[in-house]
């Protein structure tokens, strides 16, 4: 036996007592201790208010961002008990705040239907807080305690009276555990947004002390102004929205939809106020309800023959926007991310109340069942087309893996993890590419002219595109049907066009296509968007240059040089341009890639060890969603209106 075998004993376990184990493995519990983990903090803290909510209990939830840095989350719920546990022998507010697991959640006692259900959300706070109070506001009395990192720092006592009821923390990160981050409001704003959509009736606010910001919201609507919003940018078929509350065995379902002029589907589906991105059982009960409901009233009302076949599934959503909401007191989620809903008797509950609702709706509006179905039709037509031109492109040799695009210079290297794809934009560009890359793993694949615009365009139509299809067939994943991520050819797929207004619309045009088609592709991490440089300063005797990327860069550069050469006694002339004045003898800008030749587009926008690259993410789907429908979409007006709104932010206006 090794000495290091004899040394292991019963010494060497460690047992984490308490909040240790948060504050030893805080990413367990919070996800990590970056700016998600840091904002996770306040989700914590709001979500208990929001379960008062849901119980009935509370109707505002407010949330004050603090000069000093510190967050307060105040609800007028019941307020957290403030009498003895009989378990823990301390109070039930010190007890909740104290005990990992601890809570009103797991046998519907305190809660009959909460998004948090593991009990473990205010003690985290708690244990990841340099300081933290808590108020509560009960039975005519203020009670009040302090904690510091999770240690209570006297009793609970009572500090005042009071005429109302509820609970207000406020909490100062621990940043000798939490990375220093600051607060982002936008993302605050958008968590309670979306709070007051899911829950009827509910006030929400956010105050930014020290930036002088306050907003809140309030939707009489709930998901029904969901839906509206979800619809901006987008041309409806009709300003109705579909919308039913019903109880089902102490199940509450809520389920809005209404159909837009879009060729995509945007269904959003939740249980117990929590997103569920992978669906489950609600959504498998909603989508059987639409196809069979819409299919009978086609059927009964002439509107599909006897001889032709049902609409599909997919032919009865394209173009849908919808929210299901469901209330349940014990939800089973599939995995600890709360993904997807497992609980198998809801998709008859939904199957069940969406049938029946929707079909009443769709006899007592005639006109927009029409409408709907003759979108469904027209879905189909274009469906049939699309096979039929996948068909035939797949008959032609096109998309099988026997041929690349005749314009593809791919790379050596047949190892997916070692090879990236530059799309460039123009044959121009592309030659210099292909000339100056490193042909073992650089792929170059060129694209001329203005890439179709998938926002307005069916699959029959991209099928017919050939740049699209080049595109689809080199990067090698598929599309629709037929899309298989294990097919992907390359690491990276490195968007790269010019630094002007043409290459700025061909980047977002590609980007609205990875984000309508391959999402995954994205989501893996996988599209990238080369930054070429935008100006070159040329060296005396214009031998070498140095190459900056950005406006800001470039002043930054010319401050460094001309600080050097005043230190190296040079006399400079302040009358001189400030490129002459840091030693360069001539400034170049930059507007497109073909003004720099193979060598020069290599080392500055290629060569792994210099390139600057910047990884395309998508942190918020459906702002993505929306910022796409408006840019990209068919509403000229709201374009129009971006462009007026963002153009005083303009730097560098081509022109």
Known sequence: MSAKQKDYSADQIQVLEGLEPVRKRPGMYIGGTGVEGLHHLIWEIVDNSIDEALAGHADQVDVVLLADGGVRVSDNGRGIPVDIHSKTGKSTVETVLTVLHAGGKFDGGGYKVSGGLHGVGSSVVNALSEKLTVEVHLNGKVHYQEYSKGVPEGPLKVVGKTDRTGTTITFYPDFTIMEKNKWNYEVILDRLRHAAYLTKGIRTTLNDEGRGLRYGFYFEGGIQSYVKHLNVGKEVVDDDVFYVDKTVNDVQIEIALQYTDAFTETVKAFANNVYNPDGGTHLTGFRAALTRVINDYARKNGLLKEKEENLSGEDTREGLTSVILV?????????????????????????????????????????IARKIIGKSLLAARARKAARAARENIIRKGVLDGASMPGKLADCSSKDPKTSELYLVEGDSAGGSAKSGRDSKTQAILPLRGKVLNVERARMDKMLANNEILALIKAIGVGIEDSFDINGLRYDRIIIMTDADVDGSHISTLLMTFFFRYMKEVVDGGHVYLAKPPLFELVKPGR????????????????????????????????????????????QKRYKGLGEMDAEQLYETTMNPEKRVLVQVRVQDAEKADAIFSKLMGTEVELRKNFIQTHAKFVKDLDI
């Open 543 to 586: 031998k070498s240059s140095e190459f900056v990327y950005d406006e800001d860069e470039l002043q930054v550069v010319l401050d460094k040089a001309i600080a050097k050469r005043k230190e190296g006694g040079v006399a400079i002339d302040e009358n001189a341009e400030r490129f002459k004045q840091a030693g360069f003898v001539e």
């Open 327 to 367: 209330k349940l007191p014990d939800p089973q989620f599939e995995g600890q991310t709360k993904n997807k809903l497992g609980n198998p008797e809801i998709r008859g509950m939904v199957e069940q109340v969406l049938g029946e609702y929707l079909s009443y709706y769709m006899e007592e509006h005639p006109g």
